[in-house]
Nanobody, 119 residues
Framework: QVQLVESGGGLVQPGGSLRLSCASSRGLFSINSMGWYRQAPGKQRELVATITSGGSTNYADSVKGRFTISRDNARNTLYLQMNSLKPEDTAVYYC?????????????WGQGTQVTVSS
């Protein structure tokens, strides 16, 4: 298991920016894929963005052009830069890590950080 701790959430006005961080207990070089997911009240958890160990990224259509996912292997930290925030981005954001060990995928989640976009 990988221990993941998110930070950086908060209250921001529409059009504002936030940067989320996810600190990992394991070196990122040992993690095949990491990502950000979010869950709004009454809705299912949904994918926001993912990044592989090779640096390939994938984004939900709703955040393309506004959010950027990145990873700093030296700091064992995953980031999500969120710009031009909208009220519909309000949710609890979760960090995710997936490691493939002898053909088995081990999935870890952080505890989540609240992002509220409101005037």
């Amino acid at each position: 298991q990988v221990q993941l701790v998110e930070s950086g959430g908060g209250l921001v006005q529409p059009g504002g920016s936030l940067r989320l961080s996810c600190a990992s207990s394991r070196g990122l070089f040992s993690i095949n894929s990491m990502g950000w997911y979010r869950q709004a009240p009454g809705k299912q958890r949904e994918l926001v963005a993912t990044i592989t160990s090779g640096g390939s990224t994938n984004y939900a259509d709703s955040v393309k052009g506004r959010f950027t996912i990145s990873r700093d292997n030296a700091r064992n930290t995953l980031y999500l830069q969120m710009n031009s925030l909208k009220p519909e981005d309000t949710a609890v954001y979760y960090c995710n890590a997936q490691r493939v060990v002898i053909g088995t995928t081990i999935v870890s989640w952080g505890q989540g950080t609240q992002v509220t976009v409101s005037s």
